[in-house]
């Protein structure tokens, strides 16, 4: 199992930017996949999740009306757009996945040690 993420990078306050995780080794039609990001001195947060359907996908309130998960199930990758950055966004954001919170339909409150697979992450730098 893998999972790659990509398309970090340094941008402006109010620029976008959009993040990509490949996955293999099993398919997105099975489980539940998000992010979650970590600042420096800070713990690691959930950003947002897909669980069984798209009418159950959630976001950190803070992110909220700025990001857009989604998944492209025939391509094995989940993307995370991220508009209207903000210099309290910057953190290094890592893609997750797990089986057993699929079969629980939503995928909201389950917290970093509940996910089975984990990306490597990727920094997301917002300053002027």
């Known amino acids: 199992v893998q999972l790659q993420a990509s398309g970090g990078g340094l941008v402006q306050p109010g620029g976008s930017l959009r993040l990509s995780c490949s996955v293999s080794?099993?398919?997105?039609?099975?489980?539940?996949v998000g992010w979650f990001r970590q600042a420096p001195g800070k713990e690691r947060e959930g950003v947002s999740c897909i669980g069984r359907n798209d009418d159950s996908i959630d976001y950190l309130d803070s992110v909220k009306g700025r990001f857009t998960i989604s998944r492209d199930i025939a391509k094995g990758t989940v993307y995370l757009q991220m508009n209207s950055l903000k210099p309290e966004d910057t953190a290094v954001y890592y893609c997750?996945?797990?089986?057993?919170?699929?079969?629980?339909?939503?995928?909201?409150?389950?917290?970093?040690?509940?996910?089975?697979?984990w990306g490597q992450g990727t920094q997301v730098t917002v300053s002027s």
């Open positions: 080794g099993f398919t997105l039609d099975d489980h539940a």
């Open positions: 997750v996945a797990d089986r057993q919170i699929f079969t629980y339909y939503f995928c909201s409150g389950y917290g970093p040690d509940e996910y089975e697979y």
